[in-house]
């Protein structure tokens, strides 16, 4: 199986900051990546595929890139609505397996 | 709009079975691969499985935690996606997630569905 790596599992943050994170695939997977946000008691949202393809109805604020084991994800300018926990998942190969998730709070 | 809802959850023991149901509505279901996920509680995500389209032979996907235990089915008359769970464990316990699949990745989620398995 493909394990994926992020980092840092949490971040602290203020409004307006530019955010990164980062997830690592312990193989090559081409740009089968896909980002998702999950906010607390709530379903996970989609906003990333392929790498860097924003899902319909995703603000631009929201940009990934990446490609072979390296991947990040860019808040350019995190707002109130942000603040959530964010996974990667690859889906180059079965089985389909997600980072252990960042959880971005507020400073 | 694409609208993804999730039913069939509830308490279940150990060794039991249990089958929830994905209403799709808002799309051409037949056109789409659907798939489940669950989480844990207070854990991260997880695949449990994926069906292609008819199109595309109708197959399946499997975790392995999962494989020879759950069954994931279609109805496209109906819309609705099924993921048949036998022979359940403690470790088990989730909320599932039904999604839709495009371009091989998942676009939508549904709300999720809580099932509990315990004695």
């Known amino acids: 199986d493909i394990q994926m790596t992020q980092s840092p599992s949490s971040l602290s943050a203020s409004v307006g900051d530019r955010v990164t994170i980062t997830c690592r695939a312990s193989?090559?997977?081409?740009?089968?990546l896909a980002w998702f946000q999950q906010k607390p008691g709530k379903a996970p949202k989609s906003l990333i595929y392929?790498?860097?393809s924003l899902q319909s109805g995703v603000p631009s604020k929201f940009s990934g890139s990446g490609s072979g084991t390296d991947f990040t994800l860019t808040i350019s300018s995190l707002q109130p609505e942000d603040f959530a926990t964010y996974y990667c998942?690859?889906?180059?190969?079965?089985?389909?397996?997600f980072g252990q998730g960042t959880k971005v709070e507020i400073k | 709009e694409v609208q993804l809802v999730e039913s069939g959850g509830g308490l279940v023991q150990p060794g039991r079975s249990l089958r929830l149901s994905c209403t799709a509505s808002g799309f051409t279901f037949g056109d789409y691969a659907m798939s489940w996920f669950r989480q844990a509680p207070g854990k991260g995500l997880e695949w449990v499985g994926f069906i292609r389209s008819k199109a595309y032979g109708g197959t399946t996907e499997y975790a392995a935690s999962v494989k020879g235990r759950f069954t994931i089915s279609r109805d496209d008359s109906k819309s609705i996606a099924y993921l048949q769970m036998n022979s359940l464990k403690t470790e088990d316990t989730a909320v599932y997630y039904c999604?839709?699949?495009?371009?091989?990745?998942?676009?939508?989620w549904g709300q999720g569905t809580l099932v509990t398995v315990s004695s």
């Open positions: 999604t839709r699949v495009r371009v091989i990745v998942s676009d939508y």
């Open positions: 193989q090559g997977i081409s740009n089968y």
């Open positions: 392929a790498a860097s």
């Open positions: 998942q690859q889906y180059n190969s079965y089985p389909w397996t």
